[in-house]
């Protein structure tokens, strides 16, 4: 009987020395997941120590300040040319009040007169009417009902146009063609319309665009380039503007087609041939090594006779902007011996007799 008690005490206290075990584990358990936990807290709280070497593992992790959108939003999309030790002055022969001719893949400026004197632009303003119409729409197959509203202000204005009818419904790439060839006031207002709804609304897209790349003297007042005494740029503008147009595909191939057919309609039945008034005056080929790629023109009597073109030269882009002149051949002839004399180290345009 005290053997069997004394069995049952023992199996009691082993009974007891489990549960304390057990118990003592559990304690320790708790403890270990209160400070990993602790310790999570107070690395998640301690900022880095950026003393210490950056592991391979690390070495690409870029440690400032991400680059905001206001940031981003106030930054120049273009960089102005620049003057050199190289740099020429035009000589007086040239017949162009403003000029600039700059090299477009370095910013050096070759040669200049006036280059950032305020000017009237005229029709030179259809490449930034290129630009935010480019930007602004989605589907260039979308058709556009041509007015009397698009038609009859410019005849009446004596401005040029691509021949678009009231009732005619062309595509946005055709009218695009009938901005920049045939310098079709018609076509500007009808794609202005299409993209704002109004051309007031349309030119507030230009100036916006002007001001998003930096532009300094640059302002309009309409899509055409009508004259206007608050529609005003500089030659360096321009010349930066005609740079932008051409990193945008379409735009580059537009400002270097010759000649774009539209289809006949009931109205035309011919349909309409749109010719660019700047290879309707010179092939681009004239000079050796010299090749003109494409541009724009522009007139009014208050601008003067204007041309902006662009270049190939040795592999590398040329833009040249004169305007403020007299003859539209004489200015002709000069962008010609420009590029020569000044970009292929050659000699000046002589024209036929």
């Known amino acids: 009987m005290y053997k069997r008690k004394k069995r049952k005490a023992k199996l009691n206290y082993f009974r007891v020395g489990v549960a304390v075990s057990l118990l003592v584990l559990i304690i320790i358990g708790i403890v270990f997941i209160f400070n990993s936990c602790s310790g999570d807290k107070q690395a998640d709280s301690q900022p880095a120590d950026l003393s210490v070497p950056p592991t391979e593992a690390s070495e690409s992790v870029d440690l400032t300040e991400p680059t905001t959108e206001l940031q981003v939003a106030t930054m120049p999309i273009v960089f102005y040319p620049e003057l050199t030790e190289n740099?020429?002055?035009?000589?007086?022969?040239?017949?162009?009040?403003?000029?600039?001719?700059?090299?477009?893949?370095?910013g050096e400026i070759i040669a200049y007169?006036?280059?950032n004197t305020r000017m009237f632009p005229a029709s030179l303003t259809k490449v930034m009417t290129l630009i935010v119409a480019l930007e602004n729409i989605d589907d260039l197959s979308d058709t556009v009902l041509?007015?009397?509203?698009?038609?009859?202000?410019?005849?009446?204005?004596?401005?040029?146009?691509?021949?678009?009818?009231?009732?005619?419904?062309?595509?946005?790439?055709?009218?695009?063609?009938?901005?920049?060839?045939p310098s079709g006031a018609d076509?500007?207002?009808?794609?202005?319309?299409?993209?704002?709804?109004?051309?007031?609304?349309?030119?507030?897209?230009?100036?916006?665009?002007?001001e998003e790349m930096g532009l300094k003297n640059t302002h309009f007042t309409n899509a055409s380039g009508l004259h206007n005494d608050n529609?005003?740029?500089?030659?360096?503008?321009?010349?930066?503007?005609?740079?932008?147009?051409?990193?945008?595909?379409?735009?580059?191939?537009?400002?270097?087609?010759?000649?774009?057919q539209v289809p006949p309609t009931e109205f035309n039945p011919e349909g309409l041939m749109l010719t660019s008034t700047v290879f309707s005056r010179m092939t681009g080929e004239e000079m050796p090594n010299v090749t003109i790629k494409g541009g724009k023109t522009g007139f009014t009597d208050e601008a003067g006779q204007c041309l902006e073109t662009f270049a190939e030269i040795n592999g590398k882009t040329y833009i040249m902007v004169l305007a403020g002149g007299v003859s539209k051949w004489q200015i002709v002839y000069n962008t010609?011996?420009?590029?020569?004399?000044?970009?292929?180290?050659?000699?000046?345009?002589?024209?036929?007799?």
């Open 87 to 106: 740099s020429v002055t035009l000589p007086p022969d040239y017949d162009s009040k403003y000029a600039i001719l700059m090299d477009a893949d370095t």
């Open 146 to 181: 041509i007015t009397s509203d698009m038609v009859d202000p410019m005849v009446e204005a004596h401005a040029s146009r691509a021949g678009f009818l009231p009732g005619e419904t062309p595509t946005l790439e055709q009218l695009l063609y009938g901005v920049i060839l």
């Open 231 to 260: 529609h005003y740029s500089t030659a360096e503008d321009m010349a930066l503007i005609l740079q932008y147009a051409l990193d945008d595909p379409k735009g580059r191939e537009i400002l270097s087609t010759y000649q774009y």
């Open 336 to 353: 010609l011996s420009g590029y020569s004399i000044y970009c292929a180290d050659g000699e000046a345009y002589i024209p036929p007799k």
């Open 187 to 210: 076509a500007t207002l009808a794609v202005a319309q299409y993209v704002s709804g109004s051309e007031e609304a349309f030119v507030k897209l230009m100036n916006d665009k002007a």
């Open 113 to 115: 007169r006036n280059y």
